[in-house]
């Protein structure tokens, strides 16, 4: 009895360990400052810059391969509808080509929160690629958190371009 107890105890001390506070089933919270996302009187709509790489990377050239977020979301906007537009024809009419979505987050908040911020921010480009048609096995959906920030420093303007989801072509 006494061996069962001190078991039973220990596994519950196991999976309180390593549970995590991190919600990955909730609504991710809104920025409260509306849906035109007012940033400190800075355009809501970071710049898109074109992959470097875009004209010997396996993609589609010209499009864009970067979709930003606002402050603690994982919606795609629809302003970057265009663009998983044309990745999604590229990937139909090629079905050899496969991708990986890169989700990342600002440097604000925890690491396991920004690692499932950043999966949750992937898996929504991943989505909305399957529903025009892309296979899901062309796609894998990866997150790197704060881990890899695209521009150094603090603040809206830095934090703003962190916040993204990159589609790289691996073949």
């Known amino acids: 009895m006494l ?3 001190i078991y039973s105890l220990a596994i519950v001390a196991l999976i309180a360990g390593c549970s ?15 849906s035109a ?11 898109v810059t074109i992959d470097p790489n875009a004209g010997t990377a396996q993609g589609p ?15 795609v906007k629809p302003e970057f509808q265009a663009l998983i537009d044309g990745h999604a024809r590229f990937l139909k009419a090629s079905p050899q080509r496969r991708i990986s979505i890169e989700g990342h987050t600002d440097e ?37 958190g704060k881990e890899k920030p695209a521009v150094q420093g603090a603040g809206e303007e830095a934090w703003a371009q962190n916040r993204r989801a990159e589609i790289r ?3």
């Open 3 to 5: 061996k069962r107890t």
């Open 169 to 171: 072509y691996t073949r």
């Open 61 to 75: 050239v010209g499009v864009d391969r970067i979709v930003f977020f606002d402050y603690d979301s994982y919606t």
């Open 108 to 144: 604000r908040g925890g690491r396991e929160y920004n690692l499932a911020l950043g999966q949750k921010r992937s898996e929504a480009v991943r989505r909305a690629l399957t529903l025009l048609g892309v296979s899901d096995s062309q796609i894998e959906a990866v997150s790197f």
């Open 37 to 47: 996302g007012q940033q400190g009187g800075a355009s809501a709509v970071a710049p």
């Open 20 to 34: 995590s506070g991190t919600k990955l089933t909730d609504t991710p919270v809104t920025d409260g400052r509306g």
